[in-house]
C-alpha cells in the first residue's frame, strides 16, 4: 500500500492556502495528510461591510488559476473591480502624451487586464474551497515543531520557516514605505489602473467597483508619516497634487495604513523536507502590483512538481524534486524583483538627463512592438 506523506503549511495568507488547495484537489490527495497553521486569526471578510484597505492588483493568469481551484465565482459573487486599461506615466510628461505607457485589453483580445481584489476576499475565497476538503486548518496558533515530510513555509516576508531552516537572505532596503488608503476622485475612472512616477516615489490609484481608487504611494518615510497624520483636507489636496489632478480633486474616503518596504530575496528556495514559497521566498515592491501573483505562480509550481512527484513514485520532499520548483521560480522572481528595484531608483533619481533618458525609454518602449507585447503578457500572467 502506497505511504501518506505529512504536509505542513505554515501562513494562510494568499500563496499558503492556494497551495494547501491545489494539494487538496490533487489526484494524489488521499496521499497527503495536509494541516496549515497560521498564527493569527481566520480572516474574516464582510460583503456588506466597507472596501478593506488592503488590496491587491490580481492579473488575469492569477483569476484563471483561482478560477480553477473554484475560489473565483465566490470573488466575483461578491466583489472585484475589473480594470481594463493601465496607464504609467513620468511625472514630467502628460499621461496622454507620447512618452507615457498605455495598455488595453482590446489589443490583448481579453475583456479586462485584470481585477482589484481585497487580499482578505481572496483568502475568504479559498478557506471556502479548503473547508470542503481534507485540509486541517489551525488559527491563532504558531508552530513550535516543523517535523513533517514536507513542511510549506508560506509564512510572509519574516519567515519564521526561513530562519528556523537557517537560510538567509539577501536585503535591498529602499528606506521607503507604502501609504495606502482609498479616495474619492472627482472624475470618474473608468476602470483604469494608473501609476505616475513623482520624485517622492510612485503613486498607484487602481480603480475599486464603487468609484473610490486605492492609492499605493511609495515615499520616504518621513512624508510617509506626514500623510498619515494629515488631516482628511490636507491628504485630499497632498494626493490630489501629487496625481497631477489626473482624475481632479481626491477626496478623502477611507482608512489609511503603512507598510515599511525592503525587497528581500531567500538565497535558497528548498531544502530536504522544506520549500518557501510567496514572500517567504521573495519580497518585492509594489509598484508593479507583482508580489502576491508571483506567489499565488509558486504555489501552482510546487503543488505541480509534488504531483509529478508521487505519480513516478518520488518522495514529494526529496531534494531533486524541490529543486525542481527551486529552478522553475527562483530566476524569475529574481527578475521581477531586481526589475522593481532598478525602475524605483531610475524613477526617483531627479536628475535632468536621467528623467529626459527614462521618457525616450517609455517612447522607445510603446514603439517596441513584440517586447512591448512579450513584457504586457508577462506581467498579465498571460504565459511567458
Ligand atoms: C502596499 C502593498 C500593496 C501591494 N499590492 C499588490 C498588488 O497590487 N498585487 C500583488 O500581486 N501584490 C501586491 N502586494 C504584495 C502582496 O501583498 C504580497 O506579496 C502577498 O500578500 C504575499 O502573500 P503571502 O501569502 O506570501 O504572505 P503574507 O500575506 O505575508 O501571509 C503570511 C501569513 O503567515 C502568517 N505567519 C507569519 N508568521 C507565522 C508563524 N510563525 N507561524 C504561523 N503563521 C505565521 C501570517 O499571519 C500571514 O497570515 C502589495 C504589498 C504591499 C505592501
Redesign the pocket.
Known sequence: MSRTYEMLI???????LTVAALLGQSKHSDRFDITV????SRPHHDPDGDVAL?????AAGSAQLLDSIGAWQTICATRASPYESMRVWDESVEPDSLGALQFDAAEFAVPQLGFIVE?ALIQHALLRVLDKLDVTLVFDS??DRLEADLVIG???????VRDAFGIGTRDFPYGQT?F?THLRPENPHRRTALQRFTTDGPLGM?PLIDGRVSI?WSIHDVLAERVQGASDDDLGEILSEASDYVLGRLEAAGPRGS?P?CARHATQYVMPGMAL????AH?IH?LA?????L?MQDAAKLAEVIDTALREGEHPGDRPVLRRYERARKGENATMLHFMTGLNKLFATDSAIVRELRVAGMRLFNYSGPIRDHAVKVALGMGQ
Not at 505554515?10 to 499558503?16: I, N, P
Open positions: 505554515v501562513g494562510a495568507g494568499v500563496t499558503g497553521v497560521d498564527a493569527g488592503r488590496v491587491s492588483a490580481i487580499n504558531k508552530v508560506a509564512d510572509g516576508a519574516r519567515s519564521h507604502a495606502v487602481l499605493v507598510f518596504l514559497i510567496g514572500d517567504a519580497a509594489p502590483g507583482q508580489g502576491a501573483n506567489g
